[in-house]
């Protein structure tokens, strides 16, 4: 009996664990960008190494409204080709983040699997 109550309450909490994951992979432009991109940008300043910054990038394009997405691959594209991941933000910025904000601030997201879970991931490694 005891043992069947350990395993129910197992199975109740990875329920939840899984249920609180799935519920975090939606967000918004905004949170994603604090949480991960803020991070990434955080990692290689302190350390020089770009390969967050390298492998979140590409996804960009994805989050963005239909109109958007073929510039935003440009930007990001470009930035590394050259090797400076780091210089897309203030492209990208100065172009689309006050409208983007104006008008999609609370547009829903979700984080492309690729990626989900790197924000910990980062935090992790101690930057
Ligand atoms: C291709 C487009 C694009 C690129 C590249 C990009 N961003 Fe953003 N970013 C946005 C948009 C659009 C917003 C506004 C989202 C909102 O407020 O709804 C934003 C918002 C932010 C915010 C939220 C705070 C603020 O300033 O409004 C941070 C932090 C941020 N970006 C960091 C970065 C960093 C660091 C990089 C570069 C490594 C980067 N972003 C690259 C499009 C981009």
């Known amino acids: 009996m005891k043992k069947l109550l350990i395993s129910l309450l197992f199975i109740l909490l990875s329920g ?15 949170d994603f960008m604090e949480d991960y991109t803020k ?10 190494d770009r390969t967050y910054l390298n492998r979140l990038l590409p996804e960009f394009p994805a989050l963005t409204i239909e109109e958007q997405r073929t510039d935003w691959k440009k930007i990001v594209d470009q930035s590394i080709a050259e090797g400076k991941p780091e210089k897309s933000c203030k492209t990208c910025h100065d172009l689309y983040k006050k409208d983007y904000k104006k008008l999609y601030r609370k547009r829903e997201i979700r984080i492309p699997e690729k990626i989900f879970g790197m924000d910990e991931e980062m935090r992790k490694a101690g930057k």
Not at 39 to 48: D, I, L, N, Q, S
């Open 16 to 30: 939840t664990i899984i249920a609180g994951k799935k519920a975090s992979a939606t967000t918004n432009l905004h």
């Open 39 to 48: 991070e990434a940008m955080k990692h290689f300043k302190k350390t020089g």
